[in-house]
């Protein structure tokens, strides 16, 4: 685990601040032809969803809908009205009842669930999340997986798929042999809601009605990883993420069905576009939901292809942390029937499970200095640059499609050409090569020239 105060430099890298989007009214927009959209994009303070052959949904500040009717664009008012509605959570559990449950996990299952607070919510609500994994109060050299839901409050199917899935594992551990090898060896993170203020008012946004996925930042031009000016939610998240070394992870949505990849923000293909194409379409297979779906080539995408997007949790994660994320848009209804969500699970669950295995498919660096530091380039067989990514904590872990590459190490003034072997094959506690031999190059640059 990265040291805390790797946290705090993270609050400290820039005192630029940055503007949330804030979504307090919602309209559906009938717009096959997207005649609209060029010039509801120009507004900055507006953020979309739904994107599909019929239209789209825009969100903005109050005084959106006044917005629409001055420039003469007609939309159907999706903003949930408590009074209208009656009870917020609609036969849900509450957020009290929530913690309830997840504390009960770590009650029957100690060996192998451990259950925190990220921090609390602006209305005080916790962002609980557990780590499941055999050695769960050992910080292992294994490979680290995360699934995250619920950041739009008004998304609940994913909140509760999440505690099933959290369930599973756990009452499985033991009897079921793939789901007790993942355990073994494997360190997996949930967090069944990001947003519990939203949820509790069934609403996107948080209590201050800022839309959590485009509050992370951004990348490219003077672009930094700063929490500054983000909801407190958006900061418990990267304060998380920034102690942790996850390689591969995934966030649930509501409101189309299907696996959307990165980059959301810009054209340009990620240089792991094949591999992310491939973990989206094994999940979208084994999804009967998704292999229905008529809105996308096999139920995937590329997120800029379908709509452009900044500040998204999926770019931030991917593009800050050598964290590879997609986001998972699991049922066409966002609030759906509670007693649909057996159905749900047990449609995501295989993939759940696939998509998590995939954490395995990788390469680390195990360097017997803990503190050792750097940078690895990584090469393909071709030595094209497939991306440079920081290490610390004298590990390093990335996911990539089966096949050889080079690891170019630098730290200080040191460089060193490491040759890795990617396969579909499990390794047990992760396909780790030890760098012993590399602990005096490391720190030679501490030494007189």
């Not at 949330?20 to 953020?47: A, T």
């Not at 591969?248 to 959301?264: I, Q």
């Not at 096999?298 to 942390?321: A, E, K, R, V």
């Not at 990335?398 to 590459?405: F, R």
Request: aromatic share 12%.
């Amino acid at each position: 685990m990265k040291k805390l105060i790797v946290a705090s430099a993270l609050a400290l890298m820039s005192a630029q601040t940055f503007a949330s989007v804030i979504v307090k009214e919602g309209y559906r927009i009938d717009d096959p032809h997207k005649r609209f959209l060029p010039q509801l994009k120009l507004r900055s303070d507006f953020s979309f969803d739904q994107v599909n052959s019929q239209g789209y949904i825009v969100y903005g500040p109050e005084g959106l809908g006044q917005w629409l009717e001055m420039n003469n664009i007609q939309g159907e008012d999706v903003t949930f009205h408590e009074d209208e509605k009656g009870a917020t959570v609609n036969g849900y559990m509450g957020h009290e009842d929530l913690g309830k449950l997840m504390q009960s996990f770590q009650e029957r299952f100690p060996k192998i669930a451990k259950v925190e607070s990220l921090g609390k919510s602006v209305q005080g609500r916790d962002l609980w999340a557990i780590k499941i994994s055999k050695n769960v109060d050992i910080d292992e050299v294994e490979p680290e997986f995360k699934y995250i839901a619920n950041m739009h409050g008004d998304e609940i199917t994913g909140r509760d798929v999440s505690l099933k899935f959290i369930a599973d594992l756990l009452e499985n551990y033991g009897k079921d042999e793939r789901i007790t090898r993942l355990i073994d060896n494997t360190e997996i993170y949930i967090i069944p809601t990001m947003n519990p203020d939203g949820m509790t008012a069934r609403r996107r946004g948080n209590a201050n009605y800022v839309d959590l996925n485009r509050d992370f930042p951004s990348f490219g031009g003077n672009a930094t990883n700063t929490t500054n000016g983000r909801a407190l939610e958006t900061q418990l998240v990267m304060r998380f993420q920034g102690q942790h070394h996850f390689s591969l992870s995934a966030n649930f949505h509501g409101g189309a069905v299907c696996v959307n990849y990165p980059w959301d923000t810009i054209k340009e293909l990620h240089p792991l576009n094949n591999l992310f194409y491939n973990i989206s379409k094994e999940y979208a297979d084994t999804n009967s939901e998704m292999r229905s779906s008529h809105e996308f080539t096999n139920s995937i995408t590329n997120g800029y292809t379908w709509y452009q997007t900044t500040s998204g949790m999926q770019d931030w994660s991917t593009y800050w942390y050598n964290d590879s994320q997609v986001t998972l848009e699991i049922s066409e209804i966002k609030w759906v029937d509670p007693k649909k969500i057996d159905y749900y699970y047990n449609d995501n669950r295989e993939s759940m499970l696939n998509y998590m295995a995939r954490v395995h498919q990788g390469a680390g660096l195990k360097f017997q200095d803990k503190a050792a530091t750097g940078k690895v380039k990584v090469l393909d067989s071709k030595n094209k640059n497939l991306g440079e990514f920081t290490f610390t904590d004298g590990e390093f872990y990335k996911v990539l499609d089966p096949g050889e590459y080079t690891y170019v190490v630098t730290s200080g003034r040191m460089t060193k050409n490491i040759p890795v072997t990617v396969t579909d094959d499990f390794v047990p506690h992760g396909n780790y090569i030890s760098v012993d031999t590399l602990r005096y190059n490391l720190h030679k640059q501490n030494a007189p020239p």
